[in-house]
């Protein structure tokens, strides 16, 4: 080897490490050059950490989180696939949380002239096991790309492999836990006026009224055909995350509120207060794929100083232009 090469592959290193995480369960760190970073497990496809360039952790895990099978890693951005929640006939929220992902060898091109250098490309097959669950053959390929100015964007591709003709359909989500301050001064913007199943009362349909968001007790809604961005504002640290997202109509807003992450095992009593969950998803109208046909999600996430967003600039345009 050129030393040359060595240095170029040190250099990468820099961008993408390859490690151990809790349990000794494979690990990804991204990182960018101004000190943002993002890790990502193996177990789950998952992201478990978002900084920022002051290194201060944006996402938010349990510390009683398990990081061992069967159960899913509480926090961070699981994964829901091919089941969102219960509507189906699988376990809640599907099998991806929970299945061990593969680095992938074959990533699909992305453009040219990308210049991230802090990605990486993940795949989940079907398995002979699984298929007695879900019975079809697909290939999930994610890429997880931490950007320059340390925006993180997730994109699935679906595609169905299906080797007898049928098709399938599946719903999902990006399951994300926003780190907030205290759930009491965030304020979600994007959603108002716009209809909702309930999940805390049998899914029933319902249009949300007045302003934007806020929070004093348990919420867990899916709001329906979504503008592609959603604003969660914390007040209290001046932070605004912006949700974007893309192929994915929906946007599920949950906080599990006192007595049910009193009824968690993997939760603590009061880290509802610091948590939020809004989720780019497709619930309502599952997706159906043809044998060869391929579906596109995509999700990216930002972090801004709330002052760039609220007061100085109209939300409405934060929200409805690109
Ligand atoms: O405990 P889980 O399976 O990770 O699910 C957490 C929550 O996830 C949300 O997306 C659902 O809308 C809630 O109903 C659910 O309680």
Known sequence: MH???????????????????????????????????????????????????????????????IFKPPKAIRGGIPICFPQFGNQGSLEQHGFARNRLWSIDPDPPPFPTNNPNKAFIDLILKHSEEDMKIWPHRYEFRLRITLGPGGDLMLTSRIRNTNTDGKSFAFT???????????????????????????????????????????FESEVDKVYLSTPTKIAILDHERKRTFVLRKDGLPDAVVW?????????????????????????AACVEKPIILKPGEE????????????????????PRKVLYTD
């Open 3 to 65: 030393s040359g090469e060595g240095r170029d592959r040190d250099k990468e290193k820099v961008f993408v490490e390859h490690c151990k995480g809790v349990n000794g369960i494979d690990k990804v760190i991204l990182r960018e050059v101004r000190g943002c970073s993002a890790e990502v497990y193996l177990y789950g496809g998952q992201v478990t950490s978002w900084k920022n360039e002051y290194r201060e952790e944006l996402l938010f895990v349990s510390s009683k989180a």
């Open 172 to 214: 999902f989500a990006y399951h994300t836990y926003f780190a907030v301050s205290d759930i009491s001064e965030v304020r979600v913007e994007g959603l108002e006026t716009l209809d909702y199943l309930d999940n805390l009362k049998d899914k029933v349909r319902f249009t949300e009224q007045g302003d934007a968001i806020t």
């Open 295 to 314: 579906w596109r999600g995509r999700q990216e996430i930002s972090a801004v100083p709330s002052s760039y967003c609220s007061g100085q600039l109209d």
């Open 255 to 279: 906080n599990p509120w006192d007595k049910k992450a009193k009824a968690m095992p993997d939760f603590g009593d009061d880290e509802y207060k610091h948590m939020l969950c809004v989720e």
